[in-house]
């Protein structure tokens, strides 16, 4: 059966105009996303549930767990981030972890049912001896049969092609949100930065993680422009996360109005539909979001979580909890 056949023409409209188009190989312009937005939501969730089914499990998600292996003391101004070491936000300062401390928090994420391990640290970028012990690091939990994920900042040349020598199978490095209010957010590195580390990342065949934050005050065009740019990297990334501004006090946008929940389905169902073979990752947020919301999430082409009681320094959803969730919703976990 043509899906597209059960639409009218004025939703085929609505929808980006992608009827008889390859949604794999398709430029998409702002105004093309922001149309997708602007959609019916009925009309808009019931084409990304379709894409989603297409290309993936369509009741299958994906766990991953995130562990910030030094925290604190950031030197960059991201105005929604509680580790920069300009603001007061009363996170604690701390070093590397050990490669013992790693290996342990893998291991135990693995027993709760994770599939992928990501460290994640706040530097504006690795130093030499630091790439030395992630590579330790990397090798350690892939030896426990995980896939392996890092967020290191900015990568100098030839620091990608010792990660992936290491093993490391994602490379996640976010743009954040859309060039034209990027400066809003950070004025501490460029655009042009992210996209070079993303360059880096992809030269080395590492698999790119690279998303956004949405609720930062941006308006719908704006969120539009987020996910051309992602949909326009070439290709585009393999694994797309999704955060909705966890608001912390002491930063820039703590008091920032909050963005409808709705809003933030309509964004994951614009990502599937752009990114239709990616993973499209609920990360940041998901405390604040009710069982409902997130079960919209999923019905929009959400196929992965964070999960586990803590995102780098905010909270998450407890394992408990989203194990209930994925068992009311019929979801079950993959390897």
Not at 8 to 34: C, F, P, R, Y
Not at 51 to 58: G, I
Not at 70 to 90: F, I, L, M, V
Request: proline share 4%; net charge negative; with cysteine.
């Amino acid at each position: 059966m043509n899906l597209d056949s059960l639409t009218s023409n004025e939703t085929q409209n609505d929808l980006g105009g992608m009827t008889g188009k390859s949604q794999d190989s398709v430029h998409w312009s702002v105004a093309d996303i922001e149309s997708l937005l602007n959609a019916p939501f009925n009309d808009l969730i019931y084409r990304a549930q379709s894409v989603h089914r297409q290309y993936h499990d369509a009741n299958g998600v994906q766990l991953s767990t995130l562990i910030s292996v030094k925290t604190g003391g950031c030197p960059e101004d991201c105005g929604y981030c509680p580790q920069a070491a300009r603001y007061h936000t009363g996170v604690e300062n701390q070093d590397l972890l050990s490669l013992d401390e790693v290996v342990s928090a893998a291991s135990a994420a693995k027993a709760k049912g994770a599939s992928r391990f990501c460290m994640g640290a706040a530097w504006r970028g690795p130093k030499q001896r630091d790439i030395e012990k992630m590579t330790e690091m990397v090798r350690a939990v892939k030896s426990l049969g995980m896939e392996t994920c890092a967020t290191l900042g900015l990568l100098k040349p030839g620091q990608a092609q010792q990660l992936g020598e290491a093993g490391l199978d994602y490379y996640n490095h976010n743009l954040d949100t859309a060039p034209e209010f990027y400066e809003e957010i950070i004025t501490t590195r460029q655009y042009e930065d992210r996209l070079n580390t993303l360059q880096e990342v992809r030269q080395a065949g590492i698999n790119v993680c690279c998303g956004g934050i949405v609720g930062m005050g941006e308006t719908r065009r704006s969120r539009a422009g987020l996910i051309a740019q992602l949909a326009n990297l070439n290709p585009y990334p393999e694994s797309v996360p999704i955060n909705h501004l966890v608001q912390v006090k002491g930063t820039p946008l703590y008091g920032t109005e909050a963005l409808d929940p709705l809003e933030f389905v309509r964004t994951i169902a614009a990502a599937r539909i752009t990114m239709p073979k990616a993973m499209v990752r609920l990360s940041a947020g998901r405390q604040e979001m009710s069982d409902a919301i997130q079960a919209l999430c999923f019905l929009a082409g959400a196929n992965s979580i964070f999960y586990g009681d803590k995102l780098l320094t905010t909270g998450n959803p407890e394992t408990d909890r989203d194990r209930m969730l994925l068992d009311k919703l019929g979801l079950h976990a993959l390897s």
